[in-house]
Structures are given as structure tokens and as C-alpha cells.
T-cell receptor, first 109, second 116 residues
Framework: GQNIDQPTEMTATEGAIVQINCTYQTSGFNGLFWYQQHAGEAPTFLSYNVLDGLEEKGRFSSFLSRSKGYSYLLLKELQMKDSASYLCAGMDSNYQLIWGAGTKLIIKP | GAVVSQHPSWVICKSGTSVKIECRSLDFQATTMFWYRQFPKQSLMLMATSNEGSKATYEQGVEKDKFLINHASLTLSTLTVTSAHPEDSSFYIC????????????FGPGTRLLVL
């Protein structure tokens, strides 16, 4: 079956670094996505990885290992506005997104 | 980036009424649109996939006669919740995709439905 696993909740301190892990199992693979979702809002796109390695985009980076079925989202210099849910989604061979349940990130001052 | 709009953003209705939600791609032609539902503190649940000019493909457990989807043009898809009940209260989100960029979905802002 298809499955995406990520932690339910994480807590970090403002200014620190946090890594949110995601493991995936999909039927075929067309990439791994990370979305940010603030409460009451639709998801917004953060990153897309289809090849192994690290993609850096400002304070956010995303890593993919296809052989391990593993990805992580790295957030640096955390700001209070980064408090949100982070959704990991794998795209299967039909270009369908398989969604994780999301990781709620709580930032403390 | 591409823009997808949804209308209305908020709707409150009485039980038994039908509610129509529109999803529009504003600056690109969306060959495929997706409808999701999200209950509080849960992740997105795909309800159906619609391709322009053809019938929608519904996910298992989603009643196609209750959630009517029409994708009549490359820029508009509608979701009609028929005979809505309180348990249909949820956050409905659409996303749109262009067939030449199948890895990219652009999300609308969502529609919050409250059925009294």
C-alpha cells in the first residue's frame, strides 16, 4: 500500500534549527513535496525533490533519499511565523499526491 | 506562480440545502483539478479528480451522487454538496494542474463550509 509517515508534532525555539522527517511508500515515484499550512488556510508549496540530495531555498532546505524512501525538511533561523503544519506528500506513478497527516510545528520564544 | 481561486471562501447553510463551490485557474489552463476535504487537525483527503470534459474519478468512500463535480472548461471546476448535513461541515480545497507540468499542483485558498 501507499503510506506517508511523519511526526505528529514538534516543538522548537525561535532562532533555532528544526528537521522534520518523512518516510514514504508509493506505487512508483514522481517526487516528494513539502507544503506549509497555517491554521485555517490552504497549503502553500515549499519544495519539490525528485532526485537524491539536498535542495536549499533560503531558510528552508529539503532532502531526499530515494533508496531509503526518506525525506526531511530543514528549517533554519526559526521565526514565530513558521508555526504551522508541514505536510509531506509523495507523488505516485499516476502523478497523484499521497499525503501525510502533517507535522504541527510549535515555535516557542 | 499560477493562481487558483475559490468561491465562496465561507458558506453557512441549513441542513438539507445544496452548496456549490467554484474553483478557477486564473492564469493557466487546468487540464486536471482535484478536490480535497480537510477536517480539523487532520490532513488533506482527496475526494475526487476531475479532467476537463470527462466524468470525475471519485476516491473510495466518497459518494458521487452527494458530491457532484463538474469540470466544464479548462479554467473552472465546481463541487456541489447536495443535501448538506452537519457532518459535511469541513474545509474544502481545490487544486489545479496543467498536463505539461504534472508534478505541480496549485492550490486554491479553500472554502469553509458550516452546515447548521
Amino acid at each position: 500500500g501507499q503510506n506517508i509517515d511523519q511526526p505528529t508534532e514538534m516543538t522548537a525555539t525561535e532562532g533555532a534549527i528544526v528537521q522534520i522527517n518523512c518516510t514514504y511508500q508509493t506505487s512508483g515515484f514522481n517526487g516528494l513535496f513539502w507544503y506549509q499550512q497555517h491554521a485555517g488556510e490552504a497549503p502553500t508549496f515549499l519544495s519539490y525533490n525528485v532526485l537524491d540530495g539536498l535542495e536549499e531555498k533560503g531558510r528552508f532546505s529539503s532532502f531526499l533519499s530515494r533508496s531509503k524512501g526518506y525525506s526531511y525538511l530543514l528549517l533554519k533561523e526559526l521565526q514565530m511565523k513558521d508555526s504551522a503544519s508541514y505536510l509531506c506528500a509523495g507523488m505516485d506513478s499516476n502523478y497523484q499526491l499521497i499525503w501525510g497527516a502533517g507535522t504541527k510545528l510549535i515555535i516557542k520564544p | 506562480g499560477a493562481v487558483v481561486s475559490q468561491h465562496p471562501s465561507w458558506v453557512i447553510c441549513k441542513s438539507g440545502t445544496s452548496v456549490k463551490i467554484e474553483c478557477r485557474s486564473l492564469d493557466f489552463q487546468a487540464t486536471t483539478m482535484f478536490w480535497y476535504r480537510q477536517f480539523p487537525k487532520q490532513s488533506l483527503m482527496l475526494m475526487a479528480t476531475s479532467n476537463e470534459g470527462s466524468k470525475a474519478t471519485y476516491e473510495q468512500g466518497v459518494e458521487k451522487d452527494k458530491f457532484l463535480i463538474n469540470h466544464a472548461s479548462l479554467t473552472l471546476s465546481t463541487l456541489t454538496v447536495t443535501s448538506a448535513h452537519p457532518e459535511d461541515s469541513s474545509f474544502y480545497i481545490c487544486s489545479a494542474r496543467w498536463d505539461r507540468a504534472q508534478e505541480t499542483q496549485y492550490f486554491g485558498p479553500g472554502t469553509r463550509l458550516l452546515v447548521l
